[in-house]
């Protein structure tokens, strides 16, 4: 069974892990906790009762120090707020989830600007990373409406679930040899 680390600092991390556990060995998410009520955060708690470990400390040198030290098949990002250093995304796999149709709503914060902007809809896509911001080969791209009574709740729910069903397909094809599609730039 391949091993994987999630790294995962957003609300949408508790999908992700959900995917994941039915399909590899995760061997540990890189999330930080609120230090004054740890078990309130619903990841920490999935974490902990399938006896996941736990890095709290999210630096990329952190990460890096984490990933040399486990040697995961694959690291997994389903929220984070860095870029990895080139010699990092060398050292195995990573496969990133983002919110939004790539390459148009590459960066931060895409669902809101999907709907301040007036879009009918996003994706999720789940992408592999290389160096640039969210430049990789798509493996899976699903578009979702956003309707126009709809919150941003309202469509994270609409693509958390839809990364709870994919993702650990979409892992499992890459690992597998599925080196997904290049991005459209036109």
């Not at 999630?6 to 995760?26: H, K, N, P």
């Not at 630096?59 to 486990?70: H, L, V």
């Not at 009574?149 to 729910?157: G, K, L, Q, R, S």
């Amino acid at each position: 069974m391949a091993r994987v680390l999630l790294i995962g600092l957003g609300a949408s991390s508790a999908s992700a892990l959900d995917s994941l556990l039915e399909r590899f060995d995760v061997i540990g998410v890189v999330r930080k906790p609120d230090p004054k009520d740890p078990e309130a955060d619903p990841v920490v708690r999935h974490a902990r009762q399938a006896k996941v470990a736990l890095f709290t400390e999210t630096s990329a040198r952190s990460i890096e120090r984490i990933i040399s030290d486990y040697k995961p098949d694959c690291v997994v990002v389903s929220s984070y707020n860095r870029l990895f250093a080139p010699h990092v995304i060398a050292a195995c796999p990573f496969v990133n989830v983002h919110y939004a149709p790539l390459p148009r709503y590459r960066g931060m914060a895409t669902v809101n600007w999907a709907i301040l902007n007036g879009e009918h809809r996003t994706a999720i896509t789940i992408h592999t990373i290389v160096n640039g911001m969210d430049e990789g080969r798509i493996l899976y791209q699903e578009f979702v409406p956003i309707h126009d009574d709809d919150t941003v709740a309202d469509v994270y729910a609409r693509l958390n679930e839809l990364q709870r069903n994919q993702l650990g397909d979409a892992v499992t094809r890459f690992l597998g040899g599925d080196a997904g599609v290049a991005q459209d730039e036109s």
